[in-house]
Nanobody
Framework: QVQVVESGGGLVQPGKSLRLSCAAS????????MNWFRQAPEMQRELVAS???????KYGDFVKGRFTISRDGAKNLIFLQMDSLVPEDTGIYYC?????????WGQGTQVTVSS
């Protein structure tokens, strides 16, 4: 069974930065991609950033160059560097590891952007 744990959320002022981390443990066979999603109150969950095992990266349209996803493949770690945060970035951020045999999600980490 794969376990996914996020960390690094918190309360920050607009314009500031946060760095989220995500670690996956357990047996992961045929890893395909690693993703960050977010969900704001009363909104649908949306893709923030995605990186696959070939290093191909996608971002949600709202990112507009402010966020950077990266990975440490040897350790099944991914990161999300978030700069120039705005109140609309507030939400629960979820990490997701997709493999041939599993679609594992973390419990989420709260990000609040407020003055």
């Amino acid at each position: 069974q794969v376990q996914v744990v996020e960390s690094g959320g918190g309360l920050v002022q607009p314009g500031k930065s946060l760095r989220l981390s995500c670690a996956a443990s357990g047996q992961i066979f045929g890893l395909r991609e690693m993703n960050w999603f977010r969900q704001a109150p009363e909104m649908q969950r949306e893709l923030v950033a995605s990186i696959d095992t070939h290093g191909r990266i996608k971002y949600g349209d709202f990112v507009k160059g402010r966020f950077t996803i990266s990975r440490d493949g040897a350790k099944n770690l991914i990161f999300l560097q978030m700069d120039s945060l705005v109140p609309e970035d507030t939400g629960i951020y979820y990490c997701n590891f997709k493999s041939m045999s599993n679609d594992a999600w973390g419990q989420g980490t709260q990000v609040t952007v407020s003055s």
